[in-house]
C-alpha cells in the first residue's frame, strides 16, 4: 500500500556538486576538475576529496544553474567530452535527483596527458 506523506524535501547544492563531481570523474576523457579561478593562470587539479570546489551550483530562475570547471585529457575531442558530460549529468541529476537543471556550464580549465 503507498501512503502519501506531506512535507518537502531539500537537497544541498553540496549534495548535488557532489553528485555530479563523482560522475564527472568517472567520464573518458576528464582528467580532473579545477578550481574557478585560476589565481596564477595554471589549471591545478583538485584532489579527490575537494571535486565539489569545482563545481558551482546556485538557484536560477527555473532550476539550477551548473558551473563545471574541468581539466581534460590532451588529445581527447573538447566538444565530445564536454557533450558526453553534459548529457551524463542530465541523466544522472533526473534519475537520482528528478531534477533537470537550468543550465549546465562547462568551463575548460586546461589539458593534461594522463599519467
Known amino acids: 500500500m ?3 506523506i506531506s512535507g518537502g524535501l531539500s ?3 553540496n549534495a548535488i556538486a ?3 563531481g ?3 570523474m568517472e567520464l573518458y576523457g576528464v582528467v580532473g576538475m579545477a578550481a574557478p579561478t585560476l589565481s596564477d593562470g595554471i ?3 583538485l584532489p579527490q576529496s ?3 570546489r569545482g563545481i558551482v551550483v546556485t538557484e536560477g530562475a527555473t532550476g539550477a544553474i551548473i558551473d563545471l570547471y574541468v581539466v581534460l585529457e590532451y588529445g581527447t575531442n573538447v566538444t565530445a567530452v564536454t557533450t558526453n558530460l553534459e548529457e551524463r549529468i542530465l541523466f544522472v541529476l533526473k534519475q537520482i535527483l528528478d531534477m533537470s537543471p537550468q543550465a549546465i556550464n562547462i568551463h575548460v580549465q586546461g589539458m593534461k596527458v594522463r599519467n
Open 50 to 52: 575537494k571535486y565539489r
Open 11 to 13: 537537497i544541498s547544492n
Open 22 to 24: 563523482y560522475e564527472a
Open 43 to 45: 589549471a591545478k587539479i
Open 2 to 4: 503507498q501512503k502519501d
Open 18 to 20: 557532489d553528485i555530479i
